[in-house]
């Protein structure tokens, strides 16, 4: 998706004439925008070795307070962002989808590290999610394993590009009486119940390949 | 230390009639006398094992075996490897956690995972998998819920 | 153990049970304990883990090989991965049989001591973190691993997960600048340790809130099977590394510092110790390196072809002294390639059966700092 920039509907000209007595002109969607992406609060919520990774990230050499989101919550109701970094396991995910809800909207979801996108290395264990994309709607993948702190702070400026895009009349929790609640697996006799939200996941279908 | 093979002739004096059988370097007690030979092991002074460094449960397929390893704070000696086996269906092991502490979470982790019983544990309960699962996950004829492709495939 | 509430005249009070969850800003990972609690007191503790458990072992017997598992074993413990590979190429090359040349033992127990430092320096931030001081001391601690974790990304292409431990070797040489550049990092090691010292041993608030606080009696620890610097703070002479004497370590000269009450604040004390001591090591380690080859023939021809890898029929248990404790591994095998049994004794998992005796009858805000001192990482508890 294309990245829009804070761009005012007036005249290139106007602007610069008016910038000249230290007048400034934009549009109401681009400063609120601006605000929005510029302080993103995440949640503290580590669950394995990507987690120490998120927190080299929040320390001195690569610094992610810069980027205006180095508050970490321990709280899920005073944060924006959920990064999931580590394995989810099946007993651990009706936990993750019930913090997810607790978060007040707009909120976003990065999944960082190969074990929160599809399973990872662990994919084969009987007590692994295939990926946290099962249950709640995910905005930004991060590969790696773990991914370097570098590579955080590029997903970090891929989800400020995502908000900047976003526009305020046609976003669905700005709408009058929304209220949208993900809901929270139970656990079965041999795996969870049910096994992916089909609101927000496909499986892929198999396809029998036949040579000749 | 004394080897496995001295050991062994000291438990037969001292309990007469246990079938102990040797092999490799480790012993394999029978399960009925197994906790008074561990008190044994640990009192005795020239031995004094008070360490119990790891306990595990193994499926072979006709039988289960609860593999001991003892170490010997004390004396700074060790390992002895002790080997107690059980049938699969109604698999009952006397546990051993009055005698050594530390096998309260890992035999609670042998049932769980493998399906061993431990009759004389204060907590038997499930403790890495969830209370409402049914199988053992470590068991060779276990299969798994939803599997993207058969195990043995790669 | 039966608990009667205080008698009190006019007030009436009632137990409250309290689930501090698996998100929680100081539990280290996603631990569990259920606690029910009388005022501010705590009656009884149960621990809940398998938030975190991800069928290592049951995958280890469905790998192709037994090199496979190598890149699994550094997740374990994933602050310290060049300890856990050790542990593992110990266990395979006992089972095997297999011998390791001289320049890759000594290269090995650098990358194990470096990796003590690591560990101890976290541990110390992550202490200070649960006590109250925000932020501050993580920020010295990473400050110094960042160094470290230069060095290990430049011999094994990794920050944190390693995998370079081979069985019978190392998987490739270290660079030609590796030996001025850990003579680097210990010159100025001691400088940043004496910083610590200044700041935090002699700190009122650090004495106060860690003195004569979870107390674990000598007896107790050894029958519930602690290990590690937690067994060695209650006053107990036992380090796998001089015990065992594995690798090359009877060549070296270094003490084991011991503790006299076993409380949260000798636990600290001990890891500052610990740590001089492995500066000790790597001076002698990085002074007496032979010249040689970094693999044994037997080793290199299985590293090329894992899938002819196979070890006799047997088992073998092969443990060292990791970081946190004693790390072991137990493995079966049946003359093929991959393992019948593969179960992984974690130090953390173990000493964690304490943790309900050491919190009886403090308050809450000390049953963190409890949990902080023991030093959990989940993937080795959980695996």
């Known amino acids: 998706m294309s990245a829009a920039k804070n761009i005012s509907q007036v005249d290139e000209g106007l602007k610069s004439e008016l910038q000249k007595s230290g007048i400034f002109v934009t549009t109401l969607e681009g400063l609120y925008n601006w605000g929005r992406r510029s302080s993103i609060w995440p949640l503290q919520f580590g669950l394995a070795c990507c987690a120490i990774e998120m ?158 | 230390m004394k080897t496995p093979t001295e050991i062994k002739q000291d438990i037969e004096t001292k309990f007469p009639g246990t079938q102990l059988t040797l092999e490799g370097s480790s012993l394999v007690i029978p399960k009925e006398q197994w906790s008074e030979i561990a008190k044994f092991l640990k009192n005795t002074p020239e031995y004094s094992f008070d360490f119990l460094s790891s306990v595990t449960g193994v499926d072979y397929k006709e039988y289960l075996e609860v593999v001991y390893h003892l170490y010997s704070m004390e004396k700074k000696e060790g390992p002895l490897t002790i080997k107690v086996r059980t049938d699969c269906e109604q698999s009952l092991v006397p546990s051993v956690t009055p005698i050594w502490r530390s096998a309260e979470f890992q035999e609670r982790e042998a049932y769980d995972l493998v399906g061993i019983h431990f009759t004389g544990h204060p907590d038997l309960r499930r403790i890495l998998m969830w209370e409402g699962f049914q199988h053992h996950p470590l068991r060779k004829d276990y299969v798994q819920d939803e599997q993207d492709r058969p195990v043995e495939q790669f | 153990m039966d608990y009667t509430l205080k008698e009190t005249p006019t007030l009436e009070t009632q137990m409250l049970e309290v689930s501090l969850g698996p998100q929680h800003p100081s539990t280290h990972g996603v631990f569990r304990m259920d606690v029910i609690l009388d005022g501010e007191t705590i009656v009884k503790l149960k621990p809940v883990m398998g938030y975190l458990h991800r ?18 074993t550094d997740r374990l413990d994933y602050i310290c991965s060049m300890t856990n590979n050790f542990a593992y190429a110990l266990a395979v090359e006992k089972l095997a049989n297999l011998e390791v040349p001289e320049r890759a033992q000594y290269i090995r127990i650098i990358m194990a001591e470096l990796t003590r430092l690591v560990n101890h320096t976290l541990l110390i931030g992550f202490l200070l973190n649960d006590l109250g001081a925000f932020f501050t001391p ?51 090691y001691p400088k940043f340790l004496d910083e610590f010292e200044k700041l935090l041993s002699e700190n009122e608030i650090l004495m106060a809130r860690c003195q004569n606080v979870g107390v674990l009696p000598k007896e107790l620890a050894i029958s519930a099977g602690v290990t590690g610097p937690m067994l060695r703070a209650s006053g107990v002479p036992y380090d796998i590394r001089k015990v065992d004497g594995y690798s090359i370590y009877n060549r070296f000269k270094f003490r084991v510092p011991i503790g006299e009450k076993g409380d949260v604040y000798d636990r600290y004390y001990m890891r500052l110790l610990e740590m001089r001591e492995s500066i000790k090591i790597l001076d002698q380690a990085i002074r007496e390196i032979p010249d040689g080859e970094y693999i044994s023939k037997v080793g290199a021809a299985g590293a090329r072809a894992p899938r002819t890898f196979k070890p006799p029929k047997g088992d073998a248990y092969g443990r060292i002294e990791a970081p946190k404790g004693e790390l072991g ?55």
């Open chain 1, 55 to 212: 927190i080299a990230t929040a320390c001195a050499r690569y610094d992610i307070d810069r980027f205006g989101a180095g508050l970490f919550r321990p709280s899920p109701r005073q944060a924006d962002l959920m990064i999931v970094s580590g394995t989810v396991t099946k007993k651990m995910t009706p936990q993750v989808v019930r913090l997810y809800n607790q978060m007040p909207e707009p909120k976003y979801v990065i999944t960082m590290g190969a074990c929160s996108i599809s399973g990872g290395p662990f994919k084969d264990g009987y007590n692994v999610l295939k990926g946290i994309d099962r249950y709640i709607p995910v905005d930004v993948h991060l590969p790696g394993c773990p991914p370097r702190p570098e590579a955080l702070l590029h997903g970090l400026m891929k989800l400020q590009e995502k908000i900047d895009s976003q526009q305020i009349e046609k976003m669905e929790w700005y709408q009058k009486g929304l209220k949208r609640e993900f809901p929270v697996p139970e656990f079965g006799p041999n795996g969870l119940n049910p096994p992916y939200n089909p609101d927000v996941f496909q499986p892929q279908q198999h396809r029998e390949i036949t040579v000749g």
């Open chain 3, 55 to 72: 069928n290592h072992e049951k995958l280890a017997e469905n790998m192709t090989s037994y090199l496979a598992s190598m890149p699994y």
């Open chain 3, 138 to 188: 993580v920020l010295y601690a990473f400050r110094e691993r960042e160094k470290i974790l230069d060095l290990f990304e430049d011999v094994a292409g990794s920050r944190m997960m390693c995998n370079y431990f081979r069985f019978g070797g190392l998987k490739i040489d270290v660079t030609s600048d590796f030996i001025p550049r850990v003579r680097q990092i210990i010159n100025k």
């Open chain 3, 329 to 383: 591994f137990y493995l079966v095998s049946d003359g093929t390639t991959k393992p019948y049994r593969y179960h992984v004794r974690s130090s953390s998992f173990i000493n964690l059966t304490i943790l309900e005796d050491m919190c009886l009858g403090h308050k809450i805000a000390d049953a963190i700092v409890i949990l902080g001192s023991i030093d959990i990482v989940l993937g080795e508890v959980d695996r």
